[in-house]
Nanobody, 127 residues
Framework: QVALVESGGGSVQAGGSLRLSCAVS????????IGWFRQAPGKEREGVAA????????YYADSVKGRFIISQDNAENTVYLQMSSLKPEDTAMYYC????????????????????WGQGTQVTVSS
């Protein structure tokens, strides 16, 4: 069983930065993909970034390319989402999720592909 705990959310002004953390426990193997998702009120949950832990390959949604960076610290078993140049439309609850898989694919930003979820951390960006 994989457990995920997010932290690092908060309130920031447009143009600012935040770093979210996702502490992973219950699995230390490489064949796992950790994704970051967000959900704003009244909107569907959308994938923003993902990382394949075994090889470190990263994947980004077009909406965050060039602004967000996903990374991992294997020693700490933690995945980070560094968010820069934040916009009010980035306001949402952010979740990390995990799925055991030998490799990533076009499904990597689809929330239905993941079966382990954290509780979420709120990010609010004011204009």
């Amino acid at each position: 069983q994989v457990a995920l705990v997010e932290s690092g959310g908060g309130s920031v002004q447009a143009g600012g930065s935040l770093r979210l953390s996702c502490a992973v426990s219950g699995y230390t193997g490489g064949n796992i993909i950790i994704g970051w998702f967000r959900q704003a009120p009244g909107k569907e949950r959308e994938g923003v970034a993902a990382i394949y832990r075994g090889g470190g390959s990263t994947y980004y949604a077009d909406s965050v390319k060039g602004r967000f960076i996903i990374s991992q610290d294997n020693a700490e078993n933690t995945v980070y989402l560094q968010m820069s140049s934040l916009k009010p439309e980035d306001t949402a609850m952010y979740y990390c999720a995990a799925v055991k898989a030998p490799h990533a694919g076009s499904w990597v930003h689809n929330p239905t592909s993941y079966n382990f979820w954290g509780q979420g951390t709120q990010v609010t960006v004011s204009s």
